[in-house]
């Protein structure tokens, strides 16, 4: 699948192509891997986009970036055997040619593969880093999370909850709050489709917040900065309700200067020293089902597009987003 043409606004069909082409041939050096799941994730619209970001944009006329987990089918560099599962960026196509820089092997025998690219992979690094490093809770603390149901969030609450605080999830529907309640383990979960997210959200944190973690932006910051609680951190890892449309943002930004809040953004790239250490903390609590999680598994190449328009929009899946290739 490659992009056709740069979005305005939201991503659509028209903005993607789907080509076939021969099957490449590995040279000296490369190894021919066969992609067997497909991550979606909320970075890709922004890559999308003509304008400078913090990462090159996707250019048009290639295939789509994006996260994969596969297989070694035939190798001609010594590090990699044929059989090998391996973690790349090989984007959004059934076989991926590589040099092997930036292609991982991992041990897929303990836990699905497709783990590697949700809870064992970056959106995993995401939440742990930016919860521990960023936000720093201590125990009896209050932590808020937006899209609490999600690959990132579901990671925060459980992490938060086993640090010994009090975890608060923000999600669209009554469902993925009952998700988020009843089997991640969460305190509370505030409905924001519901229509009274500030009110709703102030009953749910009665000592206040202390740690806020930032997947959303928009109505969501300004209900938090409303009960974040004197010297409170917020941990900014993303805005995506901002992602394909302009949102009006918060009224009480003054709330920053008056509660002495910090907030810091971070992108987890810079953090890739902090790996070794997240896989010995939450491989262990994943195995042992400690830390559970979910994934929305999609099938063929071709719903690519509507997975990733499921991710933007938010609603039609809890957990990881990944298609089956
Ligand atoms: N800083 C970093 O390095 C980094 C790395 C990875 C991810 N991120 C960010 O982390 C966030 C979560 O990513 P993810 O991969 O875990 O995605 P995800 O939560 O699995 O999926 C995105 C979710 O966002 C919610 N959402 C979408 N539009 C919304 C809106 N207008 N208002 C409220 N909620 C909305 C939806 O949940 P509901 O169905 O509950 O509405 C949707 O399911 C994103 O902002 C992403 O950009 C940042």
């Known amino acids: 699948v490659l992009l056709a043409s740069r979005p305005a606004g939201w991503v659509s069909e028209q903005n993607f192509r789907i080509e076939d082409a021969p099957l490449p041939q590995p040279g000296e050096g490369e190894v021919l891997v066969k992609n067997l799941w497909l991550s979606l994730d909320p970075y890709m619209r ?18 789509m970036i994006g996260g994969t987990a596969g297989e070694v089918v035939e190798s001609r560099n010594p590090k990699f055997a044929k059989g090998d599962k391996v973690l790349g960026m090989l984007g959004w196509q059934q076989y991926g040619l590589s ?28 939440a742990w880093v930016g919860l521990l490093d960023i936000c720093q809770p201590k125990a009896g603390e209050t932590v808020v999370v937006s899209a609490a149901s999600g690959a990132v969030g579901s990671v925060v609450g459980q992490i938060a909850k086993i640090k010994g605080c009090r975890a608060v999830g923000i999600a669209g529907g009554g469902q993925k709050c009952d998700y988020v309640v009843k089997q991640l383990g969460f305190d509370a979960c505030v409905d924001y489709k519901a229509g009274a997210l500030n009110d709703d959200l102030k009953a749910a944190v009665p000592d206040g917040i202390d740690c806020y973690f930032e997947n959303v932006g928009g109505d969501h910051l300004q209900a938090a900065l409303a009960c974040l609680n004197p010297f409170g951190r917020i941990a900014a890892c993303g805005m995506i ?45 994943v195995r042992s089902g400690q830390l559970v999680f979910s994934e929305t598994h999609r099938q063929g190449i071709e719903s690519a597009l509507d997975a990733l328009l499921d991710v933007l929009r938010g609603g039609r899946h809890t957990g990881k987003m990944v298609v089956d290739l």
């Open 99 to 126: 040099d092997g820089k930036g292609l991982n092997k991992v041990d897929a025998s303990r836990v699905p593969l497709s783990a590697y690219l949700g809870v064992l992979g970056m959106p995993g690094v995401t």
């Open 241 to 285: 309700a901002a992602y394909n449309q302009a949102v009006p943002g918060p009224d009480n930004l003054f709330f920053i200067v008056g509660k002495k809040l910090t907030i810091r953004g971070f992108i987890v790239s810079d953090h890739a020293h902090r790996e070794p250490a997240f896989r010995r903390h939450v491989a262990p609590l």
């Open 46 to 63: 922004g890559r999308m986009n003509e304008g400078k970001s913090y990462a090159a944009r996707q250019e048009i006329g290639e295939v």
